[in-house]
């Protein structure tokens, strides 16, 4: 019976096992492994400890279990934009939201023009896009381009050339990997890839927000050190035969409003594979259709993604 299969899987969303079930579909659909792959420099990020690390990586487990079993905010798209962040004390103080404290995560209310909310504002996703020192564009648009839109590039080629002519010189980041444009086999993935991640470099690879970037040259050491003064960073990017964006922020909105399809046939795709057990494979396009179409008539709540796997 229907009603009565419902009912259990309501039950089970609201047991403590639930907790289990997000924090590996989301391990597995998000990537979540790419968190522990780096030790971030203690100096440029001493506040990126271990605690934090931790902290970061449960905000993302913490939302989608939020908007499980939210009756009334439960929609897929939150994870895509929202004025709200599911986070504790120390994430509060990471993200400088004043008035958030104890160790309990717990639904907070976001200011008017926060960059938080949704999976671009949290820490995990933009330390899983750095290198423990510095923010990469390239890294954090492939995240977006394989987990928001639902259009991964392909792996990079094998032997790709070092623009070691560039090593040591004052240019922003920009300005170096606009460099990747001079190789035929790097510049059509790079095209790509580029834009969406400038559009997060306000973001350092901690997570935090920032208006400027330093720029890297040579000390008489030979080591690579920052500059005192930063430069304002351009965000400003093109998708891909897509649409423009000026900001963060619009890159958010867009994201939010023009790929939102996208993201659930992703979403479906992983659930189905964390759910079975096994890869997505061509014989289960037809069951993610008819989740996906389950799921829409609901307006994506999360929880019916579930309701519609369970029942096929």
């Known amino acids: 019976d229907p009603e009565i299969l419902r009912g259990q899987v309501d039950r089970l969303i609201q047991d403590h096992r639930a907790h289990n079930f997000v924090s590996g579909l989301a391990h597995q659909w998000l990537d979540m492994k790419r968190l522990d792959f780096f030790q971030f420099n203690a100096k440029d990020h001493r506040e990126f400890d271990e605690?934090?690390?931790?902290?970061?990586?449960?905000?993302?487990y913490q939302t989608m279990l939020y908007l499980l079993r939210s009756k009334n905010e439960g929609e897929l798209g939150h994870l895509l934009d929202t004025d709200f962040a599911v986070i504790n004390g120390l994430l509060g103080a990471h993200y400088g939201i004043k008035g958030v404290k104890g160790d309990q995560f717990r639904k907070v209310s976001l200011p008017a023009g926060s960059p938080r909310g949704g999976l671009l504002?949290?820490?995990?996703?933009?330390a899983m896009?750095?290198?423990?020192?510095?923010s990469s564009p390239v890294e954090r648009g492939a995240?977006?381009?394989?987990?928001?839109?639902?259009?991964?590039?392909?792996?990079a080629p094998a032997n790709v050339p070092q623009i070691s002519r560039l090593d040591g010189k004052p240019l922003t980041k920009r300005q170096k990997l606009a460099a990747h444009m001079e190789e035929a086999q790097c510049a059509s993935c790079h095209r790509k890839m580029d834009p969406i991640g400038f559009g997060m470099?306000?973001?350092?690879?901690?997570?935090?927000?920032?208006?400027?970037?330093?720029?890297?040259?040579?000390n008489r050491k030979g080591q690579m050190v920052a500059s005192k003064r930063g430069v304002p960073i351009n965000t400003s990017g093109k998708?891909?035969?897509?649409?423009?964006?000026?900001?963060?922020?619009?890159?958010r909105?867009?994201?939010?409003s023009d790929y939102q399809d996208d993201f659930a046939r992703g979403f479906t795709e992983a659930l189905i594979e964390y759910g079975l057990g096994r890869p997505f494979g061509f014989t289960d396009e037809d069951l993610a259709s008819d989740i996906i179409a389950?799921?829409?008539?609901?307006?994506?709540?999360?929880?019916?993604?579930?309701?519609?796997?369970?029942q096929s």
């Open 143 to 155: 995240w977006v381009l394989r987990h928001l839109v639902h259009n991964p590039p392909p792996p």
């Open 294 to 310: 389950s799921a829409k008539s609901q307006n994506y709540q999360m929880a019916d993604f579930i309701y519609a796997l369970v």
């Open 129 to 134: 896009g750095s290198d423990g020192m510095e």
């Open 253 to 256: 909105e867009l994201i939010a």
């Open 239 to 251: 998708f891909h035969n897509g649409p423009a964006f000026k900001d963060f922020f619009e890159l």
């Open 51 to 60: 605690s934090t690390r931790t902290a970061v990586r449960e905000e993302v």
């Open 201 to 218: 470099e306000n973001f350092t690879a901690s997570g935090k927000w920032r208006s400027k970037e330093s720029l890297y040259t040579k």
């Open 121 to 126: 504002g949290m820490a995990a996703i933009h």
